[in-house]
C-alpha cells in the first residue's frame, strides 16, 4: 500500500470508529481502502479463469462472512491481537498486551455456537439477490472454522466438538451450494497463533512475522509447509471451489508457493479464481477496493467489499446501512463495471440476525423486479449523470437508467439526463409499463406516471444509434 493511503485509511478509520462499538451513521464509506492500481493488473492467459471471471462479473452481488472468536464478545475481527499502536486496534479490556493475547486465545474454549445454521444463511443471502459468497475460513488470528488435522486451534477442538456440525465451512459451503452460488474460500496468509510465524521466542511487535527468515530460515520454511497443508486441506477435502480469496498482503503469494497451490487446485477445479489481495501479478484475478467505491471504473475486474454495519464481524447495537443504501450502492457499483460483496457477521451462536434478514430482504425485493438492469450488465460510455447511473446488456443497445435515489427524498415527477439518447418505447422494469420522455438535443427528460413508490427506479430503453 502507498504510504499516503495507507495513512489516510489509518486517520479517517480511527475517527470513526475508535473502538469496535463505535459506530458512524450508516452510509458508504466515502474512501477507498487499500488496492491494487489498474494500471497494474495482470490479466490472466488461462482461457478457463478467464471465462469463470466473465461469469462471475455477471452476478454483481455477494456476500463475505466473518465468524470467528472475535465474534464472541462482538470485537473488531483478529486485529486487536496485533500489538501496532492504532487507534483502530483498540484493545476493550485494560490489560497487559500477553495477558490480552492469553485471553482472546482462550475465547476458542467458550465457543459454542449451538444454534448454528446455514441453511438460514443460504436462505437469507438468496432472497436478498446474492449470487455468489465468500466464506472466512481462517482469519489473521490463525483460528480455524474448519476441522484442520495442522492444529488444535479450531472450532472443531473445543466446546462445539461434539456437534455433528463441527467442521463448519463444510456445511456453509454445502448449503450455498445446494443454492447455486458461487462459492468462495476466504483464507488468510498470515498465521498469528502459529509458532512459525509468531514465534514464541520473540515479542509480536506487528503483524508480519516476528524474525528474520534469513537467521531462522528453517522456521519459515515449516511456515511455509504449514500454509500450503491448510490449503490444500481445503482445496482437496472441502468441494469445489470458484474463487480462491487470499488476504494479508504482507505476505506474499510467492512466500508461500502459491504458485503450486494454484496449479494442483485449478486441476481439480478449471478456471478458479485467485485473489491474491495487493500483489498486482497473475495472482490478482480481480481487486478489491475495501470499504469504498472506486471513482470511476477500473477497466478490469474488481469488486468493492463493504460490511453492511460498520465491522466485518458481528458486534453488538450495530448500526446497520439501510436497504435504500444497499441498493444505491450496488448500483453505482454495477455502473461502474464492479460487483459488491457485502460484509455479514453472523451472531455468536450462528445465526443471521433478523435486523440483517430484514434489510436484505428489501435488497432482493427490489432485485426480483429491477434485476435485469443489475445482472448480466456491463459498463457504457457514459455511466453516469447526476443521480442516474447507467448499464447496459451485453450487446451494448439495450440500457438501464437506474434513478438512485437518495434516502429520504422524495421521487421527482421527471426524471432528466444528457446523453445516451433512447429510440423507440421506455419502460419502467418494475411494472413493465411504458413511460413518456422527450430529447432536446443531447437533453432527456423522462415523465414519471403518479402512485410510484418512494424508492430507486429503473428504466429500460434502446440506444439511438
Not at 21 to 35: D, L, N, S, Y
Not at 46 to 75: M, N
Not at 132 to 138: E, R
Not at 345 to 359: M, N, S, Y
Request: a neutral charge; proline letters at 6%; aromatic letters at 14%.
Amino acid at each position: 500500500m502507498k504510504t499516503y493511503h495507507y495513512i489516510l485509511f489509518r486517520l479517517i478509520f480511527a475517527a470513526l470508529s475508535l473502538s469496535s462499538h463505535a459506530q458512524e451513521k450508516p452510509q458508504v464509506q466515502g474512501f477507498v481502502h487499500e488496492t491494487s492500481e489498474a494500471s497494474e493488473y495482470v490479466r490472466p492467459t488461462d482461457p478457463a479463469v478467464c471465462e469463470k471471471l466473465d461469469r462471475w462479473q455477471d452476478l454483481k452481488f455477494g456476500v463475505l462472512f466473518h465468524w470467528g472468536l472475535y465474534s464472541i464478545p462482538g470485537i473488531v475481527e483478529s486485529w486487536s491481537i496485533c500489538s501496532e499502536d492504532e487507534d483502530w486496534i483498540s484493545r476493550g479490556k485494560n490489560l497487559p498486551y500477553d495477558e490480552y493475547k492469553k485471553w482472546y486465545w482462550g475465547l476458542k474454549n467458550s465457543f459454542n455456537p449451538v444454534n448454528f445454521n446455514p441453511e438460514q444463511w443460504a436462505n437469507v443471502m438468496q432472497d436478498a439477490g446474492m449470487k455468489y459468497m465468500l466464506f472466512t475460513t481462517k482469519h489473521h488470528d490463525g483460528f480455524c472454522m474448519f476441522d484442520s488435522k495442522y492444529t488444535d486451534f479450531t472450532i472443531a477442538d473445543g466446546p462445539f466438538a461434539e456437534n455433528p456440525r463441527k467442521d463448519v465451512a463444510r456445511h456453509v459451503f454445502d448449503a450455498f451450494r445446494q443454492r447455486d452460488f458461487m462459492i468462495g474460500c476466504y483464507f488468510s496468509k498470515p498465521d498469528w497463533h502459529c509458532k512459525w510465524y509468531w514465534n514464541p521466542y520473540f515479542a509480536t511487535p506487528r503483524r508480519t512475522h516476528n524474525y528474520k527468515t534469513e537467521h531462522h530460515p528453517e522456521w519459515w520454511q515449516k511456515y511455509r509447509e504449514f500454509t500450503q497443508n491448510q490449503l490444500n486441506e481445503l482445496m482437496t477435502g472441502y468441494g469445489s471451489f470458484d474463487i480462491l480469496w487470499l488476504d494479508g498482503g504482507w505476505v506474499t503469494g510467492e512466500q508461500i508457493g502459491l504458485n503450486d497451490i494454484l496449479k494442483k487446485a485449478r486441476n481439480r477445479y478449471p478456471g478458479l479464481i485467485a485473489v491474491d489481495r495487493l500483489m498486482r501479478d497473475e495472482n490478482e484475478n480481480y481487486l478489491t477496493p475495501e470499504r469504498g467505491v472506486p471513482g470511476e471504473p477500473l477497466g478490469c475486474p474488481w469488486e468493492s467489499c463493504i460490511p453492511l454495519s460498520n465491522d466485518w464481524g458481528w458486534v453488538p447495537d450495530p448500526s446497520y446501512k439501510s436497504a435504500q443504501q444497499v441498493i444505491n450502492m450496488l448500483c453505482e457499483i454495477t455502473a461502474k463495471g464492479g460487483c459488491l460483496v457485502l460484509g455479514v457477521g453472523p451472531t455468536p451462536d450462528g445465526l443471521i440476525e433478523k435486523a440483517v434478514a430484514d434489510r436484505l430482504h428489501t435488497v432482493g425485493t427490489w432485485l426480483r423486479v429491477n434485476g435485469k438492469a443489475v445482472y448480466n450488465t456491463r459498463p457504457t460510455a457514459l455511466y453516469h449523470d447526476e443521480k442516474v447511473w447507467f448499464t447496459a446488456d451485453k450487446d451494448g443497445r439495450t440500457l438501464y437508467a437506474i434513478y438512485a435515489l437518495p434516502e429520504g427524498e422524495t421521487l421527482p415527477a421527471t426524471i432528466t439526463w444528457t446523453g445516451n439518447i433512447p429510440t423507440g418505447k421506455m419502460k419502467l422494469l418494475k411494472s413493465g409499463k411504458t413511460v413518456k420522455y422527450s430529447c432536446e438535443g443531447k437533453q432527456v427528460k423522462v415523465f414519471l406516471p403518479r402512485g410510484l413508490e418512494n424508492e430507486p427506479i429503473a428504466l429500460e430503453f434502446m440506444l439511438k444509434k
